[in-house]
């Protein structure tokens, strides 16, 4: 079922809403990436660093033929397994554990502990798309606010990358990789010394330049991390607050990096970034319909993965924030828009079949006239 979440418009003489219950709240990183891109080295090297943190990893053990949706099904220990198959305890204050079938329960049982967390990392294995465990995490009634999701990690190997991304466009096949890139909030673009080991000086450069640009072109909104081995400074993964309407500064930069995106493969069918300005004022209910006929309905065919946004909505001086993730979205007020700010619309699409000419002329059905 398509579920929306959203707050009320706020009149002009509303303030910004202030945080309560998240601030005390434990974010979670969803570490995602293709086979052999080092996924579990990057796992290996926070639960063994030395970073004064008390962070749980959850290794997250659903088979295919089991399916995310049993995640939400509460089966307790009767046949069938335990919720948490292992738990280990590290002399550095991290926890990582094995869950079996109950990912809510091994969430607040981590929660209930006497010592408090810092931050949980749920590590996807074997599961190539994020998105149903982003939707438990962003929706899940019992973990209500103990914990909130903060953002989605993909790793990707530097030497092989394209070769994956250029059999997937070969192939009939569903493009795990291009998923895995389109839904991250960080990629970390592991292996970078080996591609040096291969080619030097500017030759090696070039090829990095050259991965970052496939990337972009899949996903603009993520931020681009190199490393070795997966070492990786853990203030670019930890806290990044990517679903957090507070957290508009980085999102507006992205935005705006996202305009001077080309259009060169507008007819590609491929999984890729697309962003749509305005300058009228929006109706919100409008807009909300909009983006149901979109993401629910279907009815232009387009395969919407992520949408991220700033509106400009009627009778309101609140600068709102879109976030979506599927099926799901959220629209809240942020900030008041400022005194001598240029007020307009800026949408991001990330998805297949992605179709501007469409969105943008569709969305102008949600626009005020300019009187």
Known sequence: MAI?????????????????????????TVITGYLGAGKSTLVNYILNAKHGKKIAVILNEFGEEIGVERAMINEGDGDGGAIVEEWVELANGCVCCTVKHSLVQALELLIERKDR????????????????????????????????LDSIITVVDARNLRVQLSERRASSSFPEAFLQIAFADVIILNKVDLVSNEASGPVASHVIEELEKEIRNINSLAEIVHSVKCEVDLSKILDRKAYDATQLAHLETLLKETESLATSNIHDSNVRTLCITEHQQVDLEKVRLWLEEILWEKKYDMDVYRCKGVLDVQNSDQLHTLQAVREIYEIVPARRWQEKEERMVKIVFIGRNLDEVILRDSFRTCTLPVL
Not at 5 to 14: D, H, Y
Not at 117 to 133: F, K, R, Y
Request: no cysteine; aromatic share 2%.
């Open 4 to 28: 929306q979440i959203e707050e009320e418009t706020t009149n002009s003489n509303s303030e910004t809403p202030k945080p309560t219950e998240e601030d005390s709240s434990v974010g979670v």
């Open 117 to 148: 967390l810092d931050h949980i990392l749920l590590e996807t294995t074997g599961l190539a798309n994020p998105a149903p465990l982003a939707s438990i995490l962003w929706l899940d009634d019992q973990l209500e606010s103990a914990v909130k």
